[in-house]
C-alpha cells in the first residue's frame, strides 16, 4: 500500500451480532495510534458518511447464512484489495453454524409464527468458503491489538504476526498454571489457536475454543484424555467441539465422531 496515503478502510457486517464491530468502537484508544494512518470510509455503526469504494482494507463480520449475505460478499471481493475475515463468525460460520448439524426449518416452524418470510441459505458458512479471503482474525469477539497489527503489517507491506499455534503456549509464555494439569478442568487450549491472551485460563477456567482450531489440532488427542483421564461423559466431549467454531472442519468431525 502507498505509505503516502491514509488506508482506505471499510467494515461490512453479515450475519452476526455486531460484536466484532463494538470491539472497534471499544478500541478507540488504541486506534489513535494508527489515525493518521487510517481513514474510516465505511462504517456504518461507527460513523454516519460512508465514501465510495474501491476500499484497501475491508473487515468483515458475519458468516454467509442468507442470500444477500452471498451476493454481498462477491460486491465486497470485488471492491476491496484485502479481505479480512472478522471474528468466528466470518473465520469458520459461528455460533449460527449450529443449525448446520440439524434440519433448520423443523427448528424455524416451531419458533416462528411466520417461518415463510425468512430467507435463509441451507448452510451458514464462514466467508472464505466463498471468496479468496487474505487474513483471517479469529476470536468471538476478536482481540483489537491483533486487528491493529494487522492494519500496521498491511502498511508495511508485510506479514501480519498472528499466531497459528495452540493456547497452550501462550500459557506458557505468560506463566498460567495449567488448568487442566493442576486442577483437572477440561481445556480445549491444546486444540484452539492463540491469539486471545489465554484470558479464560487466566482466571482458572477451561477455554472452550472461541478462536478456532490451531495449525496441529489433534483433537482425537485431547478427546481422548477427557474421556480417558478427567472421565467427561462423550456426550459433554462432543458438545464442547460444538460450540462457538463448531463448523470449523476439525472440530466438526471430532464432534460426528462415533
Ligand atoms: S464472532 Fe462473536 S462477537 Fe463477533 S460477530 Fe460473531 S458472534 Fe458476535
Ligand atoms: S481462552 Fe479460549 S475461549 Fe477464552 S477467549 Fe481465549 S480462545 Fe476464547
Redesign the pocket.
Known sequence: MNPEKKIKLAVWKLT??????L?LINAEDRFLSIAGVVEFARFPEGFRNVARGRYDISLV???VTTPRDARLVQQIRRQSRVVVA?????TSG??QALRNFSDAGKWMRMIYPSPGTIDILKKSTALSDHIHVDHELR????NPDQLIELIAACRQGRKPNLPTHSLCQECKRMGYICVTVASGVPCMGPVTQAGCGAICPAVGRGCYG?FGPCDTANTRALHEVWQRQLEVPVDDIRRAFRG?TAWATPFRRESERR
Open positions: 452476526s451480532c455486531d460484536g466484532c464491530q470491539q463480520e458475519g458468516s472478522m471474528g468466528a463468525c466470518a459461528g455460533i476470536g468471538c469477539p476478536i472461541c462457538i
